[in-house]
């Protein structure tokens, strides 16, 4: 098929809106789930009905965003049959395994337990209470480990064999699994999740603070969210920096792109920062480029004149759409510096005693608030645009891996997604919205609060 | 080791049946539930409905999820031919499963009743589209998917006929069935004795329907014929189908009142079993068989020792989910 078929270029469309809209609840969830499991731990320990109260109002949250996420998930399951039977056909022996590990090992785990954390606290008692609040935390980072081994997989494969037929055959799971590029993505990825929603649950605290100053339950919002920028905060960019560097020895020409290097620069003169340019891919070179010399080196390979390889060192039916890269990376890199940043400026402004009173730090995090979930996004373009062509890197064409199916039904199925999610999603956003404005109140209700007195003999 | 080598890809195809059959009975049953929306038109009804279901449906539907990995893990040719085949009616499922899941989920956050009704409306039809594109799929399965060199070769409409369009209707009205033993169980009062009623009537329309589809199958393929007739098969799954129905029939006399909805399960399990045996050594008939489209047997020993240690630790966790929520539902007022 041709790269630029209309039906390949929908199915991609399709399947990109999908996963953005799930990952950005996957993520949710397992922020949400991990901040709640600290939160009843804090309950037990300090024996404080505030942490109670702050528990109860995200788990309303919380269940909106697993209702949504397990439907927007399902789709992810089946898509890759309907869109990219070929795909599945050839690879299916090694990531199909892995998928199916993360079902039995993280979402029963889950949605086993989460019937209990929501509804559940009056009939089975504080202890085991908490015992499915860690189970659901704890399945929402195992999910986190296999989807992104198989996702890494597909980027960086290993420990596979190419039977007659073209299909990959699994030799050894430990190398497939622990693939050279999961490490450093499963990081990147829950701490982006952590980071994400420690921005939300922040600018609510900060929202109801600038309303109330002395509300206790936004006050141990606001903290913790702070808390969560300034350790995690830094630790992201590190964290990224390793994963560049990864990028870089196992899909150079995404990392080209990412830098948007086209031509390697003479003997000495080193890489340099690329602030801001205009890549064109017919031409192969960059518009209005804003540049500091050598930086790019610096953070690249750690000297001052060292290079990297180039775009036009690939034959150009291998490199990525450059532009995309270019500026999805930009973007993340910007929000992920602010955001550090942000936490950084906390712990000075915590130090002095100024957390719960300093306004212009708490509208600062009011308008950041979707700033984790928007850099996350754009991590994922940056990565998944940046392996293109390929869906198993340099082995597997994204034009050889669709289904045969004709494009009235692809186009016809994209359409209603499109509108399905946009209707679901748009409900479901204002009623996060609701709830979130919502001041957060002593003796707050958790969902359902009747359904544990109406359920029973 | 040749009996190694066909033993793995059957044991394989038994854990996939063991998952699919447990999502039909349990997500048919809470789908089932939303069915019966259309008929049970009472605020209080309807909330104690939802409640019965609200904290079990998730982990319900993540049988689909294993059932969908599980499917791409150990035959991925199929899951492939399988999915690209059924691309319409798999895709018109997954949203109408969206819109059940999510406007169960908001319906208590409506603020009006207006809009409370909007999200039942959606929660029923969700869930009757469903159910239907499921027995369309399943339709569109058994009589067969044109393939060519593991990929599917038809033009996309293939699985639309009487045949299939008739197993969707038999489908809604099955999992109706079980949502009415569901709410029999679970409910009391008049809740308690119309869904009593609609189970009865339902059971009869199933049988009626069940045979009309055995009946059809049979012209449609001699293969399948030929294995049903045969005394052997044939003889234990209709005396287990009589067997059932009797206690079915017995069971409402009884003060155990979870016993029509096992008893229903019973059928289910039955007719599915009937249908695996008619289709093996096939996955996707006319001509696809379950060695042909294995995966790697690398990947199916990777996923049955999986599947031995944690699926009975699944079934235990989950089973106690569904027992803290023990118990008659009752709303107050």
Not at chain 2, 155 to 176: H, T
Request: aromatic share 14%; hydrophobic share 55%.
């Amino acid at each position: 098929m041709d790269p630029s078929d209309p039906t390949l270029l929908v199915a991609r469309a399709q399947f990109g809106i999908t996963i953005g809209f799930h990952i950005v609840l996957a993520a949710f969830s397992i922020g949400l789930a991990n901040f709640l499991m600290a939160l009843e731990a804090l309950w037990l320990w300090k024996k404080d009905h505030a942490y109670m109260d702050v528990y109860r109002f995200w788990l309303k949250i919380f269940a909106l965003n697993v209702a949504v996420g397990t439907v927007s998930g399902l789709v992810m399951e089946f898509e890759f049959g309907t869109n990219w039977g070929r795909l599945s056909t050839k690879a299916g022996s090694v990531i199909g395994p892995l998928m199916f590990f993360e079902v039995m090992v993280a979402f029963f785990l889950e949605a086993g337990f989460l019937g209990i954390m929501l509804f559940g606290l009056k009939k089975v008692g504080p202890k085991l209470h908490f015992f499915s609040t860690c189970a659901v935390a704890l399945g929402s980072l195992f999910s986190a480990f296999w989807i992104l081994s198989a996702n890494s997989w597909l980027h960086t494969p290993a420990g596979y064999s190419i039977a007659s037929d073209g299909r990959f055959v699994p030799e050894d799971w430990l190398e497939i699994i622990f693939n050279p590029s999961f490490p450093y993505r499963l990081v990147h990825m829950v701490f982006a999740a952590f980071l994400g929603t420690a921005f939300m649950v922040g600018a609510a605290g900060a929202w109801h603070l600038l309303r109330d100053p002395s509300n206790a339950r936004a006050r141990i919002m606001f903290s913790m969210a702070m808390w969560i920028a300034a350790i995690v905060g830094p630790m992201q960019l590190v964290a990224g920096d390793l994963h560049g560097e990864n990028t870089l020895e196992h899909q150079p020409q995404k990392l080209a792109a990412m830098e948007g290097s086209w031509e390697r620069p003479p003997s000495g003169q080193g890489e340099p920062l690329r602030l801001f340019a205009i890549p064109d891919m017919e031409e192969r070179r960059n518009d209005y480029e804003v540049a500091i010399p050598h930086i790019g080196s610096l953070y690249l390979r750690h000297n001052w004149t060292g290079t990297i390889k180039s775009l036009n060192e690939f034959p150009p039916s291998d490199i990525p759409p450059v532009p995309i890269v270019f500026f999805a990376f930009r973007m993340m890199v910007g929000l992920g510096f602010l955001m550090a940043g942000i936490g950084i400026a906390s712990l000075v402004v915590r130090k002095r005693g100024h957390l719960y009173s300093a306004r212009w730090l708490q509208k600062v995090v009011v308008v950041m608030a979707p700033a984790g979930f928007i850099a996350m996004l754009c991590g994922w373009v940056v990565t998944e645009v940046g392996r293109q062509p390929f869906t198993v890197y340099g082995l597997l064409r994204t034009a050889e891996s669709s289904s045969p199916v004709s494009l009235s039904f692809v186009m016809t199925s994209f359409i209603s997604i499109i509108l399905v999610y946009v209707l679901v999603f748009g409900v479901g956003l204002v009623y996060l919205m609701r709830a979130i404005v919502q001041e957060p109140r002593k003796n707050e209700p958790g969902p359902e609060p009747e359904l544990a007195n109406e359920t029973g003999r | 080791m040749p009996l190694f080598d066909e033993l793995i890809p059957l044991l394989s195809a038994g854990a996939l049946a063991f998952s699919i059959l447990t999502y039909v009975i349990l997500d048919g049953t809470d789908l089932g539930v939303g069915i019966l929306f259309a008929v049970n038109r009472k605020a209080r009804h309807r909330h104690v409905m939802a409640f019965s279901i609200l904290p079990i449906w998730d982990g319900n539907e993540t049988w689909l999820v294993l059932g969908g990995g599980g499917l791409l893990a150990m035959f991925p040719a199929a899951y492939s031919i399988f999915l690209s085949a059924m691309y319409a009616p798999i895709i018109l499922m997954l949203l109408a499963l969206i819109f059940r899941g999510v406007s169960l989920e908001f319906r208590d956050r409506a603020k009006t009743e207006r809009r409370q009704r909007l999200h039942d409306v959606a929660f029923m039809s969700g869930s009757i589209v469903a159910s239907f594109c499921q027995g369309v799929v399943l339709g569109g399965l058994i009589q067969g998917i044109p393939h060519a060199e593991g990929q599917y070769s038809g033009n996309g409409w293939d699985w639309l006929s009487g045949f299939s369009v008739f197993c969707g209707l038999v489908l809604v009205v099955g999992y109706a069935l079980l949502g009415a033993c569901w709410l029999y169980w679970r409910t009391e009062d008049a809740l308690q004795a119309r869904s009593c009623r609609q189970a009865r009537l339902l059971a009869v329309l199933t049988v009626v329907l069940l045979a009309g589809v055995v009946a059809w199958t049979f012209r449609l393929n001699t293969v399948y014929e030929e294995r049903w007739l045969n005394p052997l098969i044939g003889i234990p799954f209709v005396a287990l189908l009589i067997v059932l129905m009797a206690v079915f029939w017995r069971a409402f006399a009884w003060k155990y009142h979870f016993l029509p909805l096992f008893a229903v399960l019973g059928w289910f399990a039955t007719a599915y079993a009937a249908m695996v045996v008619a289709l093996y050594p096939l996955i996707i008939p006319p001509a696809l068989t379950l060695a042909e489209a294995a995966s790697a047997p690398l990947s199916q020993m990777l996923i049955l020792a999986g599947f031995a240690v944690l699926i009975p630790a699944t079934l235990a966790y989950s089973t106690f989910g569904f027992w803290v929520f023990r118990g008659k539902i009752r709303a107050k007022d």
